[in-house]
Nanobody
Framework: QVQLVESGGGLVQAGGSLRLSCAAS????????MGWYRQAPGKQRDLVAT???????NYADSVKGRFTISRDNAKNTVYLQMNNLKPEDTAVYYC????????????????WGQGTLVTVSS
């Protein structure tokens, strides 16, 4: 069993900053890509940013220059630093990871966290 637990969401004024964290725990042999997605009310879940185990990053155009994704491989943790937040960033943010377990070391499964709410007021 593998779990992803997010933290760091909350209410912030426009222009402010938040830092999200997501820690993976459980039967983990290795983690490939990790990322953040978000889902606003009534909308589909969209990519925010991803990072590979080697540190290569990818961002949605809407967050480039404002958000930074990073990870600590020793702690199986991924972070999302969000600066200059806008009301349109309001959403539930979900952590995602491709995880290989000890029992199946070369098969990666996609795991999702439970989500953390970010609300940006104008």
């Amino acid at each position: 069993q593998v779990q992803l637990v997010e933290s760091g969401g909350g209410l912030v004024q426009a222009g402010g900053s938040l830092r999200l964290s997501c820690a993976a725990s459980g039967n983990i042999f290795s983690i490939d890509s990790m990322g953040w997605y978000r889902q606003a009310p009534g909308k589909q879940r969209d990519l925010v940013a991803t990072i590979t185990s080697g540190g290569s990053t990818n961002y949605a155009d809407s967050v480039k220059g404002r958000f930074t994704i990073s990870r600590d491989n020793a702690k199986n943790t991924v972070y999302l630093q969000m600066n200059n937040l806008k009301p349109e960033d309001t959403a539930v943010y979900y952590c995602n990871a491709d995880v290989a377990r000890f029992s199946e070391r070369y098969r990666y499964l996609e795991v999702w966290g439970q989500g953390t709410l970010v609300t940006v007021s104008s």
